[in-house]
C-alpha cells in the first residue's frame, strides 16, 4: 500500500504565526518598557513630589521644570496614581505590567493573566485601604482611595472596629 503524504499546510499560515509572534515580542516588549519607566517615575515621585507639586497644574509650561526623572510626564502619572487613587499599592501595577510582557516577550503561557490580575487589584485595594489607616502621618501610603474607604469604614465600624 502506498504511503499517503499529508497535505501541506499552506504558507500564507506560516507567514500569520509569524507575525503573531512579532506582535507579541513587540507587545511584550512595550509592557516591559512601561513597566518598568512606571517604576522610575514612582520612586522618583517619592523623592521629588513636594517640589513638583507646582508643576502639576502647569503641565505645558516649558519655563518650569519638574525633578521627576521622567519631567512632567511621570510628575503627573506619579501623583495621579500614588496620590490621587492607591498610594504605596500602585507599585503593583509596573510589576503586573513587567510581568505579562515577559509572558508576552519570551512567549510563555499566558493562561494564569486574568488570575495574576484579578488577585493584584484585590491586594492594591487591601493595601490602600490599610495604608489609609496612616493617612495623617503619611499620606502617600495610602491615597486617596485608602483614605477615603478608611474614613468611610470608620465612619460606620467605628475607629476600634477598623482597627481591630
Not at 81 to 86: A, G, H, R, T
Not at 91 to 114: A, N, Q, W
Amino acid at each position: 500500500m502506498a504511503k499517503r503524504e499529508s497535505p501541506r499546510v499552506p504558507k500564507f499560515y506560516e507567514e500569520k504565526e509569524q507575525r503573531i509572534v512579532v506582535r507579541h515580542m513587540l507587545l511584550g516588549s512595550f509592557l516591559l518598557l512601561v513597566g518598568f519607566l512606571s517604576i522610575v517615575s514612582f520612586v522618583s515621585y517619592f523623592f521629588h513630589h513636594q517640589a513638583d507639586q507646582s508643576t502639576l497644574e502647569m503641565f505645558f509650561e516649558k519655563e518650569i521644570p519638574s525633578k521627576n526623572i521622567l519631567n512632567k510626564v511621570g510628575a503627573v502619572f506619579s501623583h495621579f496614581f500614588i496620590y490621587k487613587l492607591f498610594g504605596i499599592a500602585s507599585f503593583i501595577f509596573p510589576l503586573l505590567l513587567g510581568y505579562t510582557g515577559h509572558l508576552f516577550f519570551f512567549d510563555y503561557s499566558r493562561e494564569k493573566v486574568v488570575n495574576h490580575w484579578s488577585w493584584s487589584f484585590l491586594y492594591i485595594i487591601l493595601f490602600s485601604v490599610f495604608f489609609g489607616c496612616y493617612h495623617y502621618d503619611m499620606p502617600l501610603l495610602g491615597g486617596l482611595v485608602g483614605f477615603e474607604v478608611n474614613t468611610f469604614l470608620v465612619m460606620y465600624l467605628g475607629k476600634i472596629g477598623v482597627s481591630g
